[in-house]
């Protein structure tokens, strides 16, 4: 029997990895988030804490799968403080605590770490360069848990455009606009993988399946790109919505306080490589998410 500690269990990701871990009768889970919800099965645990996460990591797990994070990307760029504290430090935390605990870990990063600069896909080898203070402070916990570590068996799986039937996200915001409204400009310019997190989910639990840990740093999207306006024609075409018109715009056009990455495709050769995940195509994907949220 495999113990898991999962935290962020309340989020998007989170949330997708219950249901998968809700159908394994060969894995034992504790589920936790900065907020108990006891309904929900799950526990208090404030990452930032350090006490409370050694405290937690004595109780004999075999594997962490960290889906916490501080992800809302405007906010965070006024929000230094509490930003660094979730994605670095809290990720320092773990690590000091699962290595001397002898626990994997599985940790969530982030597209956001490279600078969006690029024109062919971005390998776990390549420079990072953030541009925003979510980018940066998703590095640093990077930092933190491979220095806290010292190459053991962790794995950190840098992610994108995260969606399901989860929390709020692009795909349920544009099946809303679609609705409200009788157009929308959605910009162009920002090419990115749309990933379905129950995917993702999958691909954890097939790295957590095979105990197999090669450290470092690996990359998993759904497979195929788009731009947010691609994603979102997608969208709308798989929910039949065709009373809302929808237009091309830039980013220039359509300012965030945050800076996103131009492009933030990601090569998955080596999760597939070493792990044999797979990786959808983002519009089957899509396809079934939709499915759900519209029945
Ligand atoms: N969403 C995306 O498009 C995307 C893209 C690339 C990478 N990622 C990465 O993927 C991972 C999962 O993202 P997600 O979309 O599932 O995020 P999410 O829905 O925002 O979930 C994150 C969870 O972490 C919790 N949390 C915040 N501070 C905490 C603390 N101090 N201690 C314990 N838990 C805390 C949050 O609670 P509250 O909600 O109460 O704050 C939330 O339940 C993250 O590492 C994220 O950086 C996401």
Known sequence: MKKILLTGAGGQLGRCIRDILNTRSDMEYVATDVMASPSEGIAAL???DA???EEIAGSGFDFIINCAAYTAVDKAEDDLELCRAVNALAVGNIGAAAARCGIKVVHIST?????GDACRPYTPADPVNPRSVYGTTKLEGEWQLADSMQGQDYVIIRTAWLYSPYGNNFVKTMLRLGKERDSLNVVADQIGSPTYAPDLAQAIIKIVDSDYFEAGIYHYTDEGVASWFDFTMAIMELA???????????TEEYPAKAHRPAYSVLSKKKIRDVYGVETPYWRN???TCINILTK
């Not at 597209?111 to 600078?115: E, M, T």
């Not at 065709?242 to 091309?248: E, G, K, Q």
């Open 46 to 48: 404030d990452l930032t």
């Open 51 to 53: 006490e409370a996460v």
């Open 111 to 115: 597209d956001y770490v490279f600078s």
């Open 240 to 250: 039949g919505i065709r009373d809302c018109v929808v237009s091309p715009c830039t």
């Open 285 to 287: 994907s899509l396809k």
